[in-house]
């Protein structure tokens, strides 16, 4: 089993920053991908951002240059620095870690709640 705890959400008003991190920890292959979601009031989930273990990262293009992916391998840790906050970005942000081939395996954390006002 795989737990994922975030932190760092909060309110926040438009343009300003936020830096959400998650932490591993339990049965974790030496291969994974570590992914940021998020799931705003009446919409489906949208992924946001990927790190794979050999830091190949992806973007949504709604977030493209304004938010940022890092990860420590060693520590096990993912974070998202989020930048030029709009309220759209306003969601509760999970983090996912998702391992295995055939099958694969997904874990996400309890979610933390990112506001932004207008």
């Known amino acids: 089993q795989v737990q994922l705890v975030e932190s760092g959400g909060g309110l926040v008003q438009a343009g300003g920053s936020l830096r959400l991190s998650c932490t591993a920890s339990?049965?974790?292959?030496?291969?994974?991908?570590m992914c940021w979601d998020r799931q705003a009031p009446g919409k489906q989930r949208e992924l946001v951002a990927t790190r794979s273990i050999s830091y190949i990262t992806t973007y949504a293009d709604s977030v493209k240059g304004r938010f940022t992916i890092s990860r420590d391998n060693a520590k096990n840790t993912v974070s998202l620095q989020m930048n030029s906050l709009k309220p759209e970005d306003t969601a509760v942000y999970y983090c996912?870690?998702?391992?295995?081939?055939?099958?694969?395996?997904?874990?996400w954390g309890q979610g933390t709640q990112v506001t932004v006002s207008s």
């Open positions: 339990g049965s974790i292959f030496s291969s994974n991908t």
């Open positions: 996912n870690l998702r391992q295995g081939s055939r099958p694969t395996f997904d874990y």
